[in-house]
């Protein structure tokens, strides 16, 4: 039998207010109090964020940095000067660089995309590809997705005669890079209105200005509104890399999936079909599960130079080879994945499993990959996770955390031990030299039992409303378009329906991972798909409460509506 449940339950946090309900009186009930569990409680709000308007301000030009860097690139572009777009190897740098790279090919400018080998140079910015690219006879770098935290490697470039615009999301450190421009939206006296721009956002709005200003100048016979032929790398990045989907991404996003559902860009529709999915049916939810552990891929376990160039190819031949590729290199993460997980958790546990972080690190753990056994750590335990590979002289982790510890003010309390960190709240990475990694992870601990040690550290599961199954139907789906695109920030809408009953149940998908289920209110029937729940299927109640998401199913040609079971416990345990 279930026990009491490990996750909290919370449905309708806040029930609507009455003058909500009474504001958004034109929208059917259901859909009023997703709306109002967002934020929006007003006729205005709703409407901007059912049609995913951007904020107001969000122009280019409006990013502190940005005149300065058209500018410089143009002066590039007329001088024949050769650029270098600098890029990171996961999917938000990978479809940056493409952007960027594109965008300025498209000006006659001379570029060139870098990105940095995982296994050989790290992440971001380092000297030693700067002196190469010097020697090249590249002039300008604009880096994307990274730069923000590389001072040292801004003061090199300047000291080889090489102007640095660095465009980058993440948060900032103490010192700011000195550069010919720094285009971060996080950074101090910046008023762009809206923080939460992906690196590939950041890339757009660049190319935006740029053509912007060619065809105010008369130099390209193209408008800022052509720039949104971007728009399918935008969305594959943005969503890839977990940023929240609200204000202007969620607008980006939504723009950017309607030219994945029309793919013109080879390697994108080469992409779709060796993940098996139908173009016209991808959400956000397709990005996120199945199009950017694909792109991540290369740069995990390889170079991610194979997915720059699947995004970049138009030959048929070779955006199918690249897209296979892909796919095998996702299978193989996939294996290594499990493998690491599997060590890192008995390691992380064995000198004391109540420990409020979890670290392992192994000198056999591919570096690629640890950020994904970090992220399955917190999942499965609801604690910080660290997972590291350690080489001859540096050790270098990928860290994981719950909403209740911001893992990136962690590592600046610690920053005099780490040769380079960065992330955001939930994830970073840091390297550090061997000798000084036992002191690290003393002080780390000190600082999760500081934060975490009075806390009962449990998941909490949030669904928007209590219904009766016959309440899901098809009208629902259509209403529930208009929150889409869904993801970080903005989750998918998600109902908890009480006391069914089981009328079968089997174990299905390989090792009998997953739980297939029809339940019943007694007036209506559904199919259910409980993922990764495949191990309670002997054990399972009668009846159950259900927390679920709704969705059609479709296998064989034959559509189906469904449940798609976030948790389960017994009906009528303690939603806590």
């Known amino acids: 039998m279930i026990d009491t449940p490990k996750k909290r339950w919370i449905v309708a946090a806040d029930p609507i207010t009455p003058q909500a309900n009474q504001a958004l ?8 109090q997703i709306l109002f569990n967002r934020g929006h409680a007003t006729e205005e709000s709703a409407r901007q964020f059912l049609s995913a308007e951007s904020p107001p301000g969000t122009q280019p030009e409006n990013l502190l940095g940005m005149p300065e860097a058209v500018d410089r690139i143009f002066w590039a572009i007329q001088h024949n000067e ?19 790279t594109e965008a300025l090919r498209s000006l006659q400018a001379q570029v060139r995309g870098y990105i940095p080998n995982r296994f050989d140079e790290g992440y971001g910015l380092n000297t030693e590809a700067l002196d190469t690219l010097h020697s090249e006879g590249v002039r300008l770098v604009i880096t994307v997705d990274c730069g923000i935290r590389s001072p040292e490697e801004a003061q090199h470039a300047q000291a080889l005669g090489m102007d640095l615009i660095i465009t980058d999301h993440h948060h900032p450190g103490p010192e700011i890079p000195v550069a010919r421009s720094v285009i971060n939206p996080k950074q101090p006296g910046d008023q762009y209105p809206d923080k939460n721009l992906a690196g590939v956002g950041l890339a757009y709005k660049l190319a935006c200005a740029l053509m912007d200003k060619a065809s105010q100048e008369g130099l390209l016979e193209r408008t800022i509104a052509e720039a949104e032929e971007y728009l399918d790398l935008v969305a594959l990045g943005t969503v ?40 016209e049916r991808i959400r956000s939810t397709d990005i996120g599960f199945a199009l950017g552990p694909r792109l991540n891929a290369a740069g995990r376990l390889d170079s991610a130079l194979a997915a720059l160039e699947l995004l970049t190819t138009q030959d048929v031949a070779t955006a199918a080879r690249l897209a296979q590729m892909l796919d095998n290199q996702n299978r193989e993460r996939q294996q290594i994945t499990r493998e690491i997980q599997a060590h890192a958790e008995q390691q992380a546990l064995a000198k004391d499993p109540q420990a409020r972080l979890l670290f392992a690190v192994d000198a056999s753990y591919n570096p690629g990959v640890v950020g994904l056994a970090a992220s399955r750590l917190v999942e499965q335990y609801y604690r910080p996770a660290i997972v590291a590979h350690q080489g001859e002289e540096f050790t270098r982790a990928s860290c994981r955390s719950i909403p209740e510890f911001h893992i990136t003010d962690a590592l600046d309390e610690t920053a005099e031990l780490l040769v380079h960190h960065g992330g955001h709240a939930a994830a970073a990475g840091f390297t550090v030299r061997n000798q000084d990694l036992p002191e690290l992870m003393q002080r780390l601990h000190e600082i999760a039992m500081r934060e975490l040690g009075d806390l009962d550290l449990r998941p909490t599961l949030k669904a928007d409303v209590e219904v009766a199954l016959r309440e899901m139907h098809p009208d629902l789906l259509k209403i529930l378009k208009g929150v889409q695109p869904t993801g970080m920030g903005n989750p998918e809408p998600v109902f908890v329906a009480r006391d069914l009953k089981v009328r079968s149940k089997r174990a299905v998908g390989k090792d009998s991972t997953h739980l297939k289920l029809v339940v019943t209110d007694g007036w209506i029937t559904f199919d259910a798909i409980a993922f990764r729940f495949g191990h309670l299927q002997s054990d399972l109640p009668e009846r159950l409460d259900l927390m679920f998401t709704f969705e059609v199913n479709e296998y064989n040609g034959r559509q189906t509506l469904q449940l798609n079971v976030r948790d389960l416990k017994a009906a009528g345990t303690p939603d806590y």
Do not use: F, H, K, M
Request: charged share 15%; net charge positive; proline share 9%.
């Open 240 to 279: 890839a890399d977990l940023a929240p989907l609200v204000g202007e991404n969620r607008s980006l996003v939504r723009a950017g999936l309607r030219y994945i559902q029309r793919p013109y860009r080879q390697g994108v529709l080469s992409l779709i079909g060796a993940a098996g999915l139908t173009p």
């Open 82 to 100: 050769p650029v270098a777009i600098y890029g990171d190897y996961d999917a938000d740098g990978v479809t940056a660089t493409a952007l960027l």
């Open 25 to 32: 009186q034109n929208y059917p009930p259901i859909l009023r």
